[in-house]
Structure formats: structure tokens, C-alpha cells
Nanobody, 124 residues
Framework: QVQLVESGGGLVQAGGSLRLSCAAS????????MSWFRRAPGKEREFVAG????????DYTDSVKGRFTVSRDNDKNTVYLQMNSLKPEDTAVYYC?????????????????WGQGTQVTVSS
């Protein structure tokens, strides 16, 4: 069984920064691609950013390019999402997800495991 635990969410003013962490256990972390998704109130879940299993390839949705950075530390079994220049429209519950494959994907149902989510609220 794989466990994913997110942390680092909170309340921040527009223009501020947060760093989310997702700690993984129960599997060989380096064999999984890892991604971040989010669900805003009244909206569907959407892909935010993803990292291939070794971190050599990353992908971002257009709305966060240049502001968010996904990274991973395979020695610590942790994936991060550095979020800068936050906007009120970034307010959502953020989830990390793991897939037993080398490359990332923007398709949510293709992921095998999910964390419980962490709330990010950006005030204007």
C-alpha cells in the first residue's frame, strides 16, 4: 500500500509564496512519476504540474507556468511544489498523485495513488 501525505498549505496574500510537500511511503518512490492536481470550489479537478520519476522531465498547466516549480528528492521520498506569485484563482485543495510509470500525465484517472489534499487559500 502506498501512502501520500501532503503538507505546506495555508492562507497567503496574493503575490505570496508557499511550498507544498508530499511525502511518500510504502513503495519505491523513484519508480513512480509524481504530479500535483487541484480542485477549486465548484470546479473539476485539474492537473497542475508533474515530474517524471527521476525529475528530468516536468510538465505544467499553462496557468502556472513561470510561477510554480515541481521538484523531487528521491532520497527523501518527497515531491515538492514551489508556488510563487500566487493569485486568488490558485485557491484550491491541492493533491499529490503517484503513477507507476516513468513519465507524467495530465490524466487524473491514470494515477494509482492519491494523498488526502492540503488547502491553499490566496486572499486578494
Amino acid at each position: 500500500q502506498v501512502q501520500l501525505v501532503e503538507s505546506g498549505g495555508g492562507l497567503v496574500q496574493a503575490g505570496g509564496s508557499l511550498r507544498l510537500s508530499c511525502a511518500a511511503s510504502g513503495h519505491t518512490f523513484s519508480t513512480y512519476s509524481m504530479s500535483w492536481f487541484r480542485r477549486a470550489p465548484g470546479k473539476e479537478r485539474e492537473f497542475v504540474a508533474g515530474s517524471s520519476r527521476r525529475g528530468r522531465s516536468t510538465d505544467y498547466t499553462d496557468s502556472v507556468k513561470g510561477r510554480f516549480t515541481v521538484s523531487r528528492d528521491n532520497d527523501k521520498n518527497t515531491v515538492y511544489l514551489q508556488m510563487n506569485s500566487l493569485k486568488p484563482e490558485d485557491t484550491a485543495v491541492y493533491y499529490c498523485a503517484a503513477a507507476n510509470r516513468g513519465i507524467t500525465s495530465r490524466i487524473g484517472w491514470s494515477y494509482d495513488y492519491w494523498g488526502q489534499g492540503t488547502q491553499v487559500t490566496v486572499s486578494s
